[in-house]
């Protein structure tokens, strides 16, 4: 039975607080927190030819595909779950993907959130649904409930083939969580690639974890036979 038709189904919430004192990343954690906070942004081109051709294949969503796959990947990395609750560190089970929905009649964009799911059937559908009744509403917020503490920005800037996107926070947040962003396709010797970025906050990861998740997604977008079916 899917997330759907399972109207008892509550959001993963479940948050597993850390021993900061045994903490293999304590050291780290407190210096890019308190004597140097440090923040960095990683933009690279991944080829997504096949997930693109198979996604046409099955009529999907190319959007809501990507949007899976990031927050599959994040639920496999427990350095992009860590945040802050209450005062205690922690890291969630999984974080919900958070997106914005663009209106066509007033080129407004409003915030839009997905509860995410291991499972890609049920994730797509809990996808259109979020879609099919929110999606047309303008305002701040499309869907009326506010998004869980455990959600994080997975965007696309579809106007834009960029080269390099890094986000600027203006107010403190409470968890450590990435931001990815993705771009306008680029066509190029018969392979399509889309931009991407992701910013990560030097406290929970350093390049090689970014540069894990991302070589994880370039594997992904080649292999989508392995989780698209």
Not at 92 to 109: C, G, I, N, R, W
Not at 138 to 151: E, F, M, R, T, V
Not at 157 to 178: E, G, R, V
Request: some cysteine; aromatic content about 16%; hydrophobic content about 35%.
């Amino acid at each position: 039975m899917s997330n759907i038709d399972n109207k008892e189904t509550v959001v993963n919430t479940t948050f597993h607080p850390i021993d900061v004192d045994n903490w293999e990343r304590k050291q780290y954690f407190y210096y890019f927190t308190k004597m140097l906070p440090t923040g960095y942004s990683v933009s690279i081109e991944i080829d997504i030819t096949n997930t693109y051709h198979m996604v046409k294949k099955h009529d999907r969503k190319f959007f809501a595909v990507y949007l899976y796959i990031v927050s599959k990947l994040i639920s496999e990395q427990q350095e992009f779950r860590i945040s802050n609750k209450s005062g205690e560190i922690g890291y969630y089970e999984v974080l919900h993907p958070t997106y914005a929905s663009f209106h066509q009649d007033d080129k407004s964009m409003s915030n839009m959130w997905t509860e995410y799911s291991p499972d890609f059937e049920v994730f797509y559908e809990n996808y259109m649904k979020d879609q099919n009744q929110y999606a047309n509403n303008h305002g701040i917020l499309a869907k009326p409930d506010i998004p869980p503490q455990n959600s994080c920005m997975i965007g696309m800037l579809p106007w834009i083939q960029f080269t390099s996107y890094t986000p600027i926070p203006y107010a403190p947040l409470n968890n450590y969580f990435p931001i990815i962003q993705a771009g306008r396709f680029i066509d190029r010797e018969e392979k399509k690639y889309m931009p991407i970025s992701i910013t990560a906050h030097h406290a929970v990861a350093d390049g090689y974890h970014v540069g894990l998740f991302l070589e994880k997604l370039q594997t992904a977008m080649l292999n989508p036979e392995e989780w698209m079916k």
